[in-house]
Antibody, heavy 117, light 106 residues
Framework: EVQLAESGGGLIHPGGSLSLSCAAS????????INWVRQTPEKGLEWISI???????YTAASLRGRFTISRDQSQNTFYLHITSLRSDDTAVYYCAVSGRPNRGDHWGRGVQLTVSS | DIVLTQSPGTLSLSPGGRATLSCRAS??????LGWYQQKPGQAPRLLMY???VRAPGTPPRFSGSGSGTDFTLTISSLEPEDSGFYYC????????FGQGTKVEIK
């Protein structure tokens, strides 16, 4: 059974950085398309970044430079590193995996990130 | 970026009723349109992909149709557990979602 579990959220001050983790089980991270998506009441669901099995990375144009996706094959875990946090980064962040690009077949439960002073 | 516009915003129907949810794209998305269901406090769940293909575990009362810029998700006979938000999502270009339709079962 595919399972994804996010961790690393919380309350962060503006300008700070953090990494979100997504621990995977039931499949191999490096053989699938891994994704991060966030959701806010104001903007809805927003696709952040995708890593292909090849290692190729694509990130939403508006978020490039601050958001970085990565994976650790030995831990079967993938990450989202965010820098220069702003209040509008406040959202529930989901990790998702799929057998094809640009789709979310399986999702984690989500983790809340709040950016506030 | 491709903008997806969903209608109606809210659908209130009785159990056993038929729900028709619409999704219109700002430009053609060809085949690559999917639908997700989300319940409060939960992650989205993939229901349909490639317009009319049910994801594993999706009941047969859910069906998808459409092409180009206009797509429809139909729930043929509503069950109480079908309440929630439904989002369309395109994957032909950088992925984007519609703003959602809330389905209420009266």
């Amino acid at each position: 059974e595919v399972q994804l579990a996010e961790s690393g959220g919380g309350l962060i001050h503006p300008g700070g950085s953090l990494s979100l983790s997504c621990a995977a089980s039931g499949f191999t991270v490096s053989s699938n398309y891994i994704n991060w998506v966030r959701q806010t009441p104001e903007k809805g669901l927003e696709w952040i970044s995708i890593m292909y099995p090849s290692g190729d990375i694509y990130t939403a144009a508006s978020l490039r430079g601050r958001f970085t996706i990565s994976r650790d094959q030995s831990q079967n875990t993938f990450y989202l590193h965010i820098t220069s946090l702003r209040s509008d980064d406040t959202a529930v962040y989901y990790c998702a995996v799929s057998g094809r690009p640009n789709r979310g077949d399986h999702w984690g439960r989500g983790v809340q990130l709040t950016v506030s002073s | 970026d491709i903008v997806l516009t969903q209608s109606p915003g809210t659908l209130s129907l009785s159990p056993g009723g038929r729900a028709t949810l619409s999704c219109r794209a700002s430009q053609s998305v060809s085949c690559c349109l999917g639908w997700y269901q989300q319940k409060p406090g939960q992650a989205p769940r993939l229901l349909m992909y490639d317009t009319d293909v049910r994801a594993p575990g999706t009941p047969p009362r859910f069906s998808g149709s459409g092409s180009g810029t206009d797509f429809t998700l139909t729930i043929s006979s509503l069950e109480p557990e079908d309440s929630g938000f439904y989002y369309c999502q395109q994957g032909i270009h950088w992925p984007s979602f519609g703003q959602g339709t809330k389905v209420e079962i009266k």
